[in-house]
């Protein structure tokens, strides 16, 4: 199909025949018709590129183009003004931050870490070494010390286990991960290995918490009270799909353990002189079971869909005057999600994880074009030079954004992450990391 083009053109080159330039259109359009018809059950698309990745300075990319650090560094610094004790009023004014820096990230366990999450968990260790990295500059020579850096990683164990659910009346049931013996510990050494390697490059701590820690914080009874009061607003806003607050918890009957997956079902008791705030939650097998908001541990029980869950922390967050907590997240989970599903409640593009969404399948491809790594770390571990190979340039990788932060303002194809980590680009200069050689 494509010698005929070539002859046609004459054969040779595009040098040598000024008269009849070869068709690069024609060939790249019967490429593509070749590459369909390989295939034809489930056919590969082709698209071409001129290998010109570039980085174009526009929005955020040209706000930070030349540091994502000290401006991050003095929003810490004006929250902690703002919040200050008004004994402290007297004192001279700081300008570094003094509350230790958490940087956050989180994932669902449920499968071996995918190029995307390790990525996030990358940027997290970078950013913070290049945070600590700052304030011990900034201090050298002078009476502060540099508040501690660390990365804190929360697991969403209250994802649900495939092939655990049931739909009943329209309503959906689900059996999350922490109720599920051995789900969790199917991944949880690759997530443990990937972490520690991070951490032992950067010199940065990490931690490791789960969903009960986060709802067992001191501030979740009063912000759940705040949070079920207004369940009708943030209900619209938090669920367009039901337009219910997205709040569970698993039926405590020994071996239930099933949820009333969206809280379509919840019904919301408002304190009076006889009785305390509580939550009534439905099991289609035992019928109702509450949570009194009093209660610590009951409250330990609840789980939260992402976007009810994201509002709650960030509200905890928003509170916690002890320390300062800096969030990491996907490009996914960026931008309008945000606004819409964060700021609006507070003031008033396809993930790889996306497990859930994705059609049975949908990642076989990867395995012909040899770039499977990209969706498990255990095999990206095989792919590319045993070991930690693979998650190395991913960690290079993320120097290189951190080094130059108009690169997180763009969206990166699977392709270019292809490219870095399975070794066909692999860049030197600018972003040569510490401790990685
Ligand atoms: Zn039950």
């Not at 951490?199 to 789960?210: L, M, N, V």
Request: net charge negative.
């Amino acid at each position: 199909m494509l010698a005929p083009l070539a002859e046609e053109s004459d054969g040779v080159g595009p040098s040598s025949s000024a008269s009849s330039p070869i068709n690069y259109h024609e060939i790249l359009a019967a490429t593509k018709d070749l590459l369909l018809s390989l295939t034809p059950n489930n056919p590969i698309y082709a698209a071409f590129h001129d290998d010109q990745v570039h980085d174009p300075l526009g929005a955020g990319a040209y706000a930070f183009r030349h540091d994502l650090v000290e401006p991050i560094l003095l929003e810490l610094v004006s929250d902690e003004l703002l919040s200050r004790d008004p004994d402290l009023t007297g004192k001279p004014p700081i300008n570094v931050p003094t509350r230790p820096i958490i940087i956050h990230a989180g994932a669902q366990p449920n499968n071996s870490p995918h190029c995307g999450t390790l990525v996030v968990f990358c940027y997290a260790f970078a950013f913070a070494r290049a945070v600590r990295d700052r304030l011990q500059a900034q201090t050298a020579g002078t009476h502060l010390d540099p508040p501690p850096v660390s990365v804190e990683i929360t697991f969403v164990d209250t994802a649900p286990v495939d092939g655990e659910g049931l739909e009943i009346n329209g309503i959906q049931y689900q059996k999350s991960y922490r109720d599920v013996p051995g789900a969790l510990e199917t991944y949880m050494g690759d997530y443990q290995e990937v972490l520690s390697l991070l951490s032992t490059w950067s010199s940065i701590p990490f931690t490791t918490t789960f969903q009960s820690h986060f709802f067992s914080h001191p501030s979740m009874p009063s912000i759940l009270r705040y949070v079920t009061t207004h369940h009708l607003t943030l209900g619209r806003q938090l669920s367009p799909k039901h337009g219910k607050l997205a709040l569970r918890a698993a039926c405590p009957v020994a071996g239930c353990s099933l949820a009333e997956k969206h809280g379509r079902l919840n019904t919301y008791h408002p304190s009076s002189s006889t009785d305390t705030e509580r939550i009534t939650l439905h099991c289609p097998r035992h019928g109702p079971h509450t949570i009194r908001l009093t209660n610590p541990r009951e409250v330990a029980r609840l789980e939260a869909n992402a976007p009810t869950r994201n509002l709650l922390r960030s509200m905890s967050q928003l509170l916690d005057t002890r320390a300062h907590h800096v969030r990491v997240t996907g490009a996914d989970y960026a931008g309008t999600y945000q606004e819409a599903l964060l700021l609006r409640p507070l003031a008033a593009g396809a993930k790889l994880s996306k497990s859930l969404y994705v059609r049975e399948g949908g990642y076989d491809m990867m395995k012909v074009f040899g770039t499977d790594g990209l969706c498990s770390y255990r095999v990206l571990k095989e792919r590319v030079g045993g070991g930690a190979e693979g998650l190395r340039r991913v960690w290079k990788e993320m120097g290189r954004w951190m080094e130059d932060p108009k690169r997180l303002s763009r969206a990166w194809s699977v392709e270019y992450l292809a490219g870095v980590v399975m070794g066909e680009k692999v860049e030197d200069g600018a972003g040569n990391v510490d401790g990685v050689h």
